[in-house]
């Protein structure tokens, strides 16, 4: 038996194809790199495979991931030059331009 339950494009050639197959007499869940090329059209050794009997585990452990997580990071806020030369002269120490004696 094999069913696809989905594909994510991964670039121009590569999608990632998720599906439950039965390999060695065992059903499984097979997460797999399937590629489109001049070259090769098929799918590659990268991926891995979760046995039936421990997809139970996995799902768990994929469910327990907070959506949250998974946000890439907000890009650091751009500072105004104006204020950029404000925190220079905020961080110099007393003193530190005075010549020595």
Do not use: A, W
């Not at 494009?9 to 590569?14: A, I, R, S």
């Not at 059209?41 to 994929?62: A, P």
């Not at 404000?86 to 005075?98: F, M, V």
């Amino acid at each position: 038996m094999e069913k696809d339950i989905g594909r994510i494009n991964k670039n121009d050639t590569t999608d990632i194809v998720i599906r439950i197959d039965d390999f060695g007499g065992k059903t499984g869940l097979t997460i797999r790199e399937f590629v489109t090329s001049d070259r090769y059209t098929g799918f590659t050794k990268s991926g891995v495979r979760i046995l039936g009997n421990d997809f139970s585990k996995f799902k768990e452990m994929i469910n327990s991931i907070d959506s949250n997580e998974m946000k890439d990071p907000e890009e650091p806020k751009e500072i105004p030059k104006e204020q950029e030369t404000l925190n220079e002269i905020k961080t110099e120490k007393p003193g530190e331009d005075l010549p020595d004696y």
